[in-house]
Every structure is written in structure tokens, then in C-alpha cells.
């Protein structure tokens, strides 16, 4: 089950209670309890995407000008 959906909003309420700022209860509640998941999805887009570099290399001919070099 996605992270956010288990996050228990009432610790946000409670620092937004206690006189928290939105922002503040962003960056100090919820990233936080977050952050393993962002972690493990950033490290599957980086070997999802270090795959296509290896897919590209060995489907490429040389001298060929590939879309983000034009």
C-alpha cells in the first residue's frame, strides 16, 4: 500500500494545531515520515533509466544523432 495512503493526517492536524504554518508542517511532518518512499521511488527511476542508457547504446549506430542531441 502507497505510503501517503497510511499517513495519519492527525499528526499534520496536530502541528497545524499547535500553531505550525502549513509550510512548516509539510517540511517537518510529512516529509519526514515520506522520505523512505521518495528515496526508494528515486532509485528506481534512476536503474529504470540507467537500463534505457545500455538499450540505447546497443540499439544506436555510431555517428547516429539521437533526439535530446538535436
Partial sequence: MPLLQR???????AALSLGATPFHSFFLVLVPVIRPAVVAGAAMAFITSFDEVVLALFLSVP????LPSS
Fill in 7 to 13: 499517513f495519519d493526517r492527525s499528526l499534520e492536524e
Fill in 63 to 66: 555517428g547516429a544523432t539521437t
